[in-house]
């Protein structure tokens, strides 16, 4: 298990390795998520409303529901937005529960910790991605170290939505 320190180390050579990469191989990614913004502001009430419906519906099944958009592109839209209004920890929780139902669909997996962790750090490297935020990257590797290493959750468990107890008490230990 990490410890703050080490997580903090890692967090920072995650950050300077993006900012590294970024204005060449995001270029690109940005301009795709451009031309799709014009789609998804078509498909705004529908992504609200979808968002709202479910819970529990990963960015990819909304994304498929959509069409022609992206799961990464519709994941760092609705990023944006949320952290436009200052929202970015209820981002957080809703990324997470999404996250799970996404790589855990019968519910949380009794593996042993290190495939655990490996399974959801991909939601800490999504964070990485779109916030380019030391903080926050910290704060999504100490909340995936809780899950899998401090506290986790009984095998089978699937969150029901952010006011989820487990993600209540994980996301508000962490973000701010």
């Given at each position: 298990?990490?410890?703050?320190d080490e997580?903090y ?6 950050l ?6 970024r ?5 690109f990614?940005d301009a795709?998520i451009s031309q ?6 078509e498909?705004?009430?529908d ?5 709202e419906?479910?819970?529990t ?17 519709l ?17 957080a929780?809703?990324s997470?529960?999404?996250?799970i139902?996404?790589?855990?669909p019968n519910g ?9 962790n ?6 800490v ?10 903080t926050?990257?910290v704060a999504?590797?100490k ?7 401090i506290?986790p ?7 029901n939505g ?15």
């Amino acid at each position: 298990m990490l410890t703050d320190d080490e997580i903090y180390t890692l967090a920072k050579r995650a950050l300077e390795r993006r900012r590294k990469w970024r204005p060449s191989t995001w270029a690109f990614e940005d301009a795709l998520i451009s031309q799709a913004t014009t789609t998804l502001a078509e498909s705004c009430t529908d992504i609200v409303l979808t968002l709202e419906r479910d819970p529990t519906k990963s960015y990819v099944q909304i994304a498929r529901e959509i069409g022609n958009v992206s799961a990464r592109g519709l994941e760092r839209v609705t990023f944006q937005a949320f952290a436009a209004r200052g929202l970015v920890k209820e981002f957080a929780a809703d990324s997470l529960v999404r996250y799970i139902h996404y790589k855990s669909p019968n519910g949380w997996p009794s593996l042993p910790q290190r495939d655990l962790n490996l399974k959801f750090s991909g939601w800490v490297s999504n964070i990485v991605d779109m916030t380019m935020d030391e903080t926050r990257i910290v704060a999504a590797a100490k909340t995936v170290r809780d899950l899998v290493f401090i506290a986790p959750p009984e095998s089978g468990w699937l969150p029901n939505g952010v006011s989820d107890p487990i993600i209540s008490q994980v996301i508000d230990k962490f973000w701010t």
